[in-house]
């Protein structure tokens, strides 16, 4: 098991600035997990901690069983925000939620050194890679995205020829993505790349489905399915995934209840219980912009690194209620027009991660001087470091009515383009 040295736990019961917290301390090279207070005493100390930051909800009491289990572990142990009625105990120190006062902490009681690096990172991992694979073969999904290539990279520099790119077109890429894909690594990478088109195979499988938690375990047992066909021909052993940190944090109940997930991430939550590959997930220790970081050490390029960050599920989780193929395509269009507008304004790398949005509702307009009754197309952009939280961009107004013109006039059957100014939270980044 992976095990990063001067690791601090910190454990959630209801505190809703956890992930700052934990962030804030990572940023001072010292390496954070968050795990609900519910974690087995075995999985905590699985990651040999250096010391532990309970952080609950001030206005609740502290479950003192738990506590105690805690304290019994004789590691430094502190309280964030505690409830008054939870009896003082000398093991254990008291904090606010100010994280200047917790990086002391983790520094002066927990023996933290800062070594948590990007340098050091790189090193680590390829050994850690090097150690697990040993001689065997290793297939991965390759979408183009920031997070599978900087996972390619870092496998190919451990492993080498070892490793087979699987990049897979299942019919709910952008617009020409399945070319742009296939040129830059031709041109940038020397590693193994096979292209798959999968598109009607998977478009068939998720034709009528609009739950968005349903759709988004077909598409990553779909993939699944797909790389197990790929590997019987490269004699494969072990899946290579580019899940990142928040991908986890998203997909695991902090508290302990199954209905707390804020959502399934189709390489975490979507894998079957019978997969045939050992994984190995080089980045998923990785906040986003820790991911580019590393990238930018392995030599990566800008237009690799710099694009906007794309879900593995891609346009099927933006595209609200039962795909279907017409719709997806009015998406696809109106998805390349934004982008395309945003670039043309120069706006496109001065926010984090914008794209367009397909509802499923339908609503009146005028096209060509006639009465028009067509769908809704929400365009989102915001700004954000490590996907976690999440402001709106404010885009300039011209902007907004330039692209909303471009997409109603462009793109038959839509009538309405609406602007998402919601923030992370309430609201997550991708609308399902």
């Known amino acids: ?33 968050v795990m609900p207070y519910t974690v087995s005493t075995e999985r905590l100390m699985q990651e040999q901690p250096a010391g532990l930051i309970i952080c609950a909800d001030h206005s609740s009491p502290l479950p003192a069983a738990e506590i105690e289990r805690f304290l019994k572990l004789n590691l430094p142990v502190a309280l964030v925000d505690a409830a008054a009625e939870m009896a003082p105990n000398t093991q254990a120190e008291r904090f606010t939620n100010d994280p200047d006062a917790l990086v002391k902490f983790c520094f002066e009681k927990c023996g933290c050194t800062g070594s948590w690096t990007m340098e050091n990172f790189l090193k680590e991992t390829i050994n850690d890679i090097r150690t697990q694979v040993g001689k065997n073969r290793v297939i991965l999904g390759l979408s183009g995205g920031v997070d599978s290539s900087v996972a390619a990279a870092l496998l190919h520099k451990a492993i080498g020829d070892q490793l087979t790119c699987v990049f897979v077109n299942h019919g709910l890429l952008r617009k020409n993505e399945a070319e742009k894909v296939q040129k830059i690594f031709a041109r ?28 988004r375990k077909i598409i990553g ?21 580019g899940t990142i940190y928040p991908d986890i944090v998203e997909s695991i109940p902090l508290d302990g209840n199954p209905s707390g997930v804020i959502k399934s991430h189709h ?37 690799v690194l710099d694009c906007h960050p794309f879900p593995g599920p891609s346009l099927g989780v933006r595209h609200l209620g039962a795909i279907e193929r017409d719709t997806l395509e009015m998406l696809r269009e109106a998805d390349a027009i934004f982008i395309e507008e945003l670039i043309n304004s120069g706006w496109y790398h001065k926010t984090w991660q914008a794209f367009a949005a397909f509802l499923p509702v339908k609503a009146v307009g005028i096209k060509n001087g006639k009465r028009a009754y067509g769908y809704a197309i929400a365009i989102r952009s915001v700004n954000s470091v490590d996907a976690v939280t999440a402001q709106v961009s404010r885009l300039p107004w011209e902007l907004l009515e330039r692209t909303s013109e471009r997409i109603i006039n462009e ?12 923030a992370k939270p309430p609201g997550t980044i991708e609308w399902e």
Do not use: W
Request: hydrophobic letters at 40%; a negative charge.
């Open 188 to 215: 940038n990478f020397r590693m193994n790349l096979q292209y798959v088109d999968a598109s009607e195979r998977f478009l068939d499988k998720l034709h009528g489905v609009a739950d968005p938690e349903t759709k």
């Open 411 to 422: 793109i038959d059957g839509v009538s309405r383009v609406v602007y998402d100014i919601s």
């Open 1 to 33: 098991m992976k095990q990063t040295a001067e690791t601090i736990i910190l454990l959630n019961l209801g505190c809703e600035d956890i992930q700052k917290l934990a962030r804030a301390i990572r940023d001072k090279n010292i390496y954070t997990m």
């Open 267 to 303: 390489n975490v939550g979507g894998l079957p219980e019978d997969l045939k590959f050992e994984l190995v997930e080089p980045i998923d220790r990785l906040f986003k912009d820790e991911v580019r970081m590393v990238g930018r050490l392995l030599g990566l390029p800008s237009e």
């Open 221 to 241: 047992h779909e993939f699944i399915e797909v790389f197990t066909e790929a590997a019987a021909k490269v004699d494969a052993e072990f899946l290579g995934q």
